[in-house]
């Protein structure tokens, strides 16, 4: 990413101008402190005097974050805050904040300046606030990661020295995000802080000095971490960001040199392709990520083979859909001694059976939804989320097979759940059951019902 690119926005900057006149700092100065402030950052800018007279004199706005580290530098000479409203630079921020984080860049220095990036904006409270998710940002860096997976990494020797320690804290981070993830969803505090972690602990350390060896576990610890976050505010319905942050994941993997964290990157994303209602593009992203590299790790491979199947019945597909899940248990079974990376720990049978049974509803067959889910137990406290997806598939196929009064029990304790997590997705899961009740849709209960979910999903939003 080139910081220093700039765009002209009129023919000249007068508050800029002013404000630099009060200041009383030389443009020569200004620009010293400016290049200060972003190297701190761990951003590279040559600015100099003659770029601060373009600034004002033809109204020349620098790429992102550079009109923030303006703001700072003159605040600091006039002892009180400044905004870039202040500086005439209110909307310099626009189309950087559009594109943050949506960028698979071809290079690894790039790749490192654009997940950055991304994090210091993904902080900010007005990020984004007006996009949506786009399917459509998915194609190149797929199409990218598909050509090349794996790159050489490259050893640093500026900057803050990053060893063995360093790895081995943010792969404790890591390992607790999961757990707190799957106990208590994407809403939760600790969850929420991931991409504040990402931008104060870890985007430092990226732009540190390193060997190969240890630039490869810390590219590839930093890629679960931004998948986690990324996941995280999947849950919390926040797809813009879930986008953007598995983009950068799938971006630090390949620096990683770590093809399979890719290919389980890669069918995430997929998924959330899926739940937001694109089911071609999420098969055919689920099939790369099986078929890029047949070494996988047999669960890595058999997560692939899951989302696929998933896929296929959203298309109403079920003979794919059926194929693929039988595909998907076999390599379940294959790697079930456990012995692959800590991150696909929780592909098991108990996933399996969830993911089965929400197939099946999606095909419309109710005795197969029931058939899986007496295949094992309900999910446990660790997966409390899982738990409250089984229950809204199983109130979808006790509706689909008539019997209301147990559609409800099951809708009602699945919604208590979804709405103590905070989980927007969860809301999503209800939503697909609320359909199964068109039937009943002028029963009293059921009118309280779709009350109660309306009630918890504005709460959830709001």
Known sequence: MTHTQETVTRRGNEPLERIISESALSHKRL????????????????????????????????????????????????GRPLTVRDIGMQDADAPEMRRAGLEFARSQGDALDEAAHYWSAVNRRQFLTQQAFAVSAFATPVTRWLVDPVEKTQARSSGLAVGRGHIAELQEAADAARVWDSRYG???????????????????????????????DLFRVTAELARLAGWTAFDAGQQHAAQRHFIQALRLARAGGDAELGSYILSTMAMQ???CGFASEAIDMAQGAFQRDRRLEPRVAGFAKLIEARAHARAKDPAAASSCLAHAERLQERGADGSGPAW????????????????????????????WHTMGGMPGSEFIRSRAVRLSVLASAH?????????LHMG???????????????????????????????????????????????????
């Open 31 to 78: 620009a010293h402190r400016v290049n200060e402030l972003s190297h701190r950052d761990g951003i590279a800018s040559q600015y100099t005097h003659t770029s601060v007279a373009n600034w004002c004199r033809r109204g020349m706005v620098p790429k992102w974050p550079t009109p923030q580290y303006i703001c700072l530098a003159l605040s600091e000479a006039l």
């Open 186 to 216: 994407g809403a939760g505090w600790k969850s929420k802080s991931l991409s504040e972690y990402l931008y104060e602990r870890v985007a430092p350390l990226l732009k540190g000095s390193y060997s190969e060896p240890v630039g490869k």
């Open 273 to 275: 392709a899926l739940m």
């Open 344 to 371: 696909i720990g929780f592909f098991t049978q108990s996933r399996i059976i969830t993911d089965a049974a929400e197939v099946f509803r999606d095909l419309e067959n109710p005795r197969a939804t029931f058939a």
């Open 399 to 407: 509706a689909q097979n008539g019997d209301l009064g147990q559609s």
């Open 412 to 462: 009602r304790q699945s919604l208590e759940i979804f709405t103590r997590l905070g989980s927007v997705r969860g809301m999503d899961y209800l939503q697909v059951y609320s359909r199964s009740l068109a039937r009943w849709r002028r029963e009293p209960q059921v009118r309280d019902f779709m009350t109660d979910v309306g009630t918890a999903r504005r709460a959830l939003t709001a």
